[in-house]
């Protein structure tokens, strides 16, 4: 329930401190006192997009914060734990701030929040029954919550929902695995094709780069001996060779060491670069006896490299190693293929028996949902009858869905009439304005007999009726204020004197701007209210006296 409202620079209100209490509150005073302004900010409270222009005239930044109670919404606690947001029961805050520059910030438990947190939460707490909202009334879907509600059938539906989700998945797998298939299966013989290709290769890793360096060396054959050749005779030439000089140096080092001891270090040095070359001299000859022109080898590299080329363009990849990859791809796309048939054959037993499931859960809950239309067709007569409808009739008309869908196998339509022999039509066909005004009211009365709601704020919905008929719409609200939080701004003394508590809103124009407040009003307030309500602008005895008995046993 809602405990407190503060609202501080919204609109004509500078500040105001409002705490509500359990059971009807009525709300009422002058037209134009300001009684719509408590009702957009609650609104922005629902995370209804902020208006710069709604700040008071001359503030930066306007602030509205309201106090819950939730400790009746065992099923909110998740909505705290998911996000991390603090949790108190019996103190849940949210908060709204706004600022001319158009900045918005929303928290909840002091914490900052996005608008969408503030609205979805917001909505499980507050319900502002407007004109606008009447309009759902008309909404087959709207209708369907309605009746499920009055069923009681949540853990029904719940299961319902959880296995249809299942059949929807398990027909979409089917579905798309039949299309694979066929796809598939009509390219299988050229999938066939190009896996032999990749077979017939004999594709091995590191080959093509193995092939490239071979074939550099096959194209240069006689270039490459003839460099050899000179580094060759560079190092052994007789006369200039580097490995004869080196052997002369090494000798001459040699017969030093006796007379000069450094030069043994000297031919131990010359020593190692003698053999060395050496070695290398030997490692050339070898090598330039071992290259040979072989145009037949040649031919063979490169009649390999142009497979792997053509089998990379063909498949439009970089490597042997990638053609490998592609080859174990296509092998697992002819194994899924050639087990198709089986799998399809699987799937399909699973849906069958999914359907079955939908079917008999659908079933059930039309059974709970007749049940509870039956139930509200009798109960909503004898509630809004008395609305100024004496002749209504009202039915449930439910049809059966082709195949049940994500909300089961039931189409619903309230249909309705509020003369006497007239035939039903659809609500949103033959209700006025006022009349869907008055079932709405019934049904939410009936609602809030079998679950528990948010706080409802109805928005002026005595629009249009007075009398006895007023009187009856207030014993309604009351009867609602018995188990839920009801709070309704009003024009009508008969619906007024049903509240538990009453709060008078007015202008105040002795500052030098006009400011909307707010009180609660006592006992004796109360009666002078209401006789003003009765009276009008002369307040008479009489209307006092009437005031009096409106009021009586309501204390």
Known sequence: MLKSLFIQNYALISRLDMDFTNGLSVITGETGAGKSIIIGALSLILGQRADAKSIKQGAEKCTIEAVFDIASYNEL???????????????????????????????????????????????????????HENLLLSDNRFQLQVLDVLANNAPLYTHYTKEYKNFVAIRKQL???????????????????????????????????????????????????????????????????????????????????????????????????????????LDLSNRQEKLEHDPERLQLVNDRLDLFYSLQQKHKLQSVEALIERRDEIAAQLAEIENYDDVLIKLQQELDAARKTVLELAGELSETRKKAAT?????????????????????????????????????ICFMFSANKNVALKPVAQTASGGEISRLMLGVKALIAGATALPTIIFDEIDTGISGEVADKMGQIMHGMGTVMQVITITHLPQIAAQGNTHYFVYKDDEKETTETNIRRLSPDERIQEIAQMLSGSELTDAAIENAKELLKGKY
């Not at 990749?198 to 092939?211: N, T």
Request: negative net charge.
């Open 175 to 281: 579905q798309e695995l039949q299309e694979k298939a066929k796809t598939n299966t009509d390219e299988q013989d050229y999938l066939r094709f190009q896996y032999q290709q990749l077979v017939d290769a004999q594709l091995k890793p590191g080959e093509q780069a193995e092939l490239e360096r071979e074939q550099e060396t096959l194209s240069h054959v006689e270039e490459i001996k003839t460099g050899l050749f000179a580094i060759d005779n560079r190092l052994s030439d007789d006369n200039h060779g580097v490995v004869i000089a080196l052997k002369e140096a090494l000798s001459i080092s040699q017969s030093l060491e006796k007379i000069y001891p450094p030069a043994q270090a000297f031919a131990e040095r010359l020593q190692t670069a003698y053999l060395d070359l050496k070695d290398l001299q």
């Open 375 to 411: 139930y509200l067709e009798k109960q909503l007569v004898e509630k809004v009858s008395v609305l100024g409808m004496p002749y209504m009739q009202f039915a449930c008309q439910i049809d059966k869905k082709e195949f049940p869908d994500t909300t089961g196998g039931d189409a």
């Open 77 to 131: 606690h998740s909505f705290f734990t998911e996000r991390e947001l603090d949790y108190d029961p019996h103190n849940c805050i949210l908060r709204r701030e706004l600022w001319t520059s158009g900045k918005s910030r929303a928290f909840i438990n002091d914490s900052p929040v996005g608008l969408g947190d503030l609205k979805t939460l917001g909505a499980s707490l507050i319900d502002i029954h407007s004109q």
